[in-house]
């Protein structure tokens, strides 16, 4: 009496499961694969660098360009022989930073807006485009005006510190008054202060490439296709015994055919 026998499989069927064989792609970490799969998404980072960089020299291109006009002005004091000039002059640049943060005042704008004839309410409009700061170390305050017009924004530079001048001059008589004198003039500026189109698209670029990095790398991590026979042992652990070639010819035969049943309603 026969006995009917499963064949032997020439590996372990046992010891790997359907669970152990199911495809997973694995995302390689090494620098060499990171390397390769950078490659096959050049287009991505391109694309990228090519969408920021566009959009910031756009941006950067309807702006209204805007001009800023500085003068300078020198905080003293009149004082005595007497008065030690070192301790004077630490005074001062003390004092400086409290006219500093006078200047841009309210009050200052003002008295701009009347002297200049300005529209009413044009104080705070102003206000808000002028800034004053002390260089460092001296007794020398900067006043500058950004305004799309450069001549406008050198004679209200000018007049700021002329108006400036004169409060002070009011606020503080006597033997030992502060003063506070024009130093130099504001000219009329030629080039903008903003938009800076060449630092704009410089930072767009330098984004642009580490998003577009990381956008690629996104992309390799999301790809579950497999790339060559090595990749798919590697995924599956079990080797790869042959390689099937498209057809090209093939495909296009089955495709006519294919349309030929359907004009042919069969």
């Known amino acids: ?30 620098p060499k694969e990171i390397v390769r799969g950078l490659r096959r998404r050049v287009w991505a980072i391109l694309l990228v660098v090519i969408v920021l960089t566009g959009s910031a020299l756009g941006f950067s291109l309807v702006q209204t360009p805007t001009y800023e006009a500085t003068s300078k002005m020198l905080i003293g004091q009149k004082s005595t022989a007497s008065q030690s000039l070192a301790g004077n002059v630490t005074n001062l640049q ?10 841009p005042t309210l009050s200052v704008t003002q008295q ?15 206000l808000k485009n002028l ?20 001549k406008r924004a050198q004679l209200i530079a000018n007049t700021v510190a002329q108006v400036f001048s004169q409060k002070v001059a009011q606020v503080s008589p006597g033997a030992n008054a502060i003063t506070a004198t024009v ?14 189109t060449v630092r704009n698209v410089a930072l767009a670029l330098v984004l642009g490439i580490f998003l ?28 790869t015994f042959g390689v099937i070639p498209e057809d090209e010819g093939l495909v296009s035969n089955t495709r006519f055919e294919i349309l030929a049943r359907k004009r042919n309603g069969t």
């Open 1 to 30: 009496m026969l006995q009917a026998t499963k064949p032997k499989l020439g590996w372990n069927q046992t010891a790997m499961s359907d669970k152990d064989i199911t495809p997973m792609r694995v995302n390689a970490s090494s």
């Open 94 to 103: 003390q004092l400086t930073v409290t006219m500093a943060k006078a200047l």
């Open 112 to 126: 701009v807006v009347d002297v200049l004839g300005l529209p009413e309410g044009s104080a705070e409009e102003l």
């Open 131 to 150: 800034s004053a700061e002390q260089e460092p170390g001296t007794m020398l305050i900067d006043i500058s005006y950004r305004d799309p017009d450069p």
């Open 183 to 196: 130093w130099e003039q504001a000219v009329v500026p030629e080039d903008p202060v903003s938009p800076d």
């Open 212 to 239: 577009g990095i990381g956008f690629a790398l996104l992309l390799e991590y999301l790809d579950d296709s497999w790339d060559s026979p090595e990749e798919v042992e590697q995924i599956s652990g079990v080797p």
